[in-house]
């Protein structure tokens, strides 16, 4: 075998695994999605400003797209197809830029995001009494966390004309005249700081095999070509 073919060979298994990784990653972020997507599902008529919605939702479309991505990538390895490489190059390139991008805008703009989603969920509570739904979402969230409205307690008095829903205090307190104090925003965002950690830590290995899989793409992109050269 030449030198060129045995290059070859070492960065196609090498890229190959690298995209298995890559995949079994992505998978783990949807699994990751699912079972917050679950847990906060009593949830789910809240606005998807909520923290924990958001970052279920967040998940669930990084993690499919990433488990495309490496099986295009895992295929495109074994069957040594410059098209396919190209084409899993340019989706994970993007993909990078976009994870980049998102991070930096989050950082940047955190507070006003925070502002922008506690004002849409102090919307959301008008439709308090009219809607089943959302009533059932906040009595599950300030029991959970056990706090009350958004920013504190005192969102509630437009709402329900200077009273408390239930919720805001211990099971068995009716009316409920003093709430807990806390906010449920901090306290479900606290939460997911909480909880987040060892996902951000598998989201930082996933990134460094990410750009490993972007260099054996090209690497292998380019032997390929080598190669085809020289039986021309």
């Known amino acids: ?24 990653g992505g998978c783990g972020l949807f699994g990751v999605g699912v079972w917050l997507s679950f847990t906060q599902a009593e949830f789910s008529s809240l606005p998807l400003s909520f923290p924990s919605l958001s970052a279920a939702n967040l998940l669930l479309v990084a993690g499919g797209v ?18 396919l490489l190209f084409m899993f190059f340019l989706i994970l390139l993007l993909l990078v830029l976009t994870e980049a991008a998102l991070m930096l805008v989050i950082h940047i703009y955190q507070d006003k995001l925070d502002s922008r989603a506690q004002d849409e969920l102090k919307e959301g509570m008008q439709r308090y009494k009219s809607d089943p739904g959302l009533q059932k979402s906040w009595d599950s969230v300030q029991k959970m966390f056990k706090c009350c409205g958004v920013s504190n307690k005192t969102d ?11 919720s805001c205090c211990s099971v068995g307190t009716d009316p409920c005249v003093d709430g807990w104090t806390e906010p449920c925003y901090q306290k479900a965002r606290q939460w997911l700081l909480d909880n987040i950690p060892s996902v951000l830590v598998f989201g930082l290995c996933i990134g460094v095999v990410q750009i490993m899989a972007l260099v054996f793409s090209m690497l292998m992109y380019c032997q390929i070509r080598c190669a085809e050269k020289d039986l021309d």
């Open 1 to 24: 075998m030449s030198v060129s073919g045995t290059c070859l060979c070492c960065v196609k298994y090498l890229m190959f695994v690298f995209n298995l990784v890559f995949w079994l």
């Open 66 to 83: 990433t488990m495309v991505t490496g099986f295009l990538g895992c295929l495109g390895a074994l069957k040594e197809q410059r098209c």
């Open 156 to 166: 509630w008095w437009d709402v329900l004309e200077g009273a408390l829903p239930a």
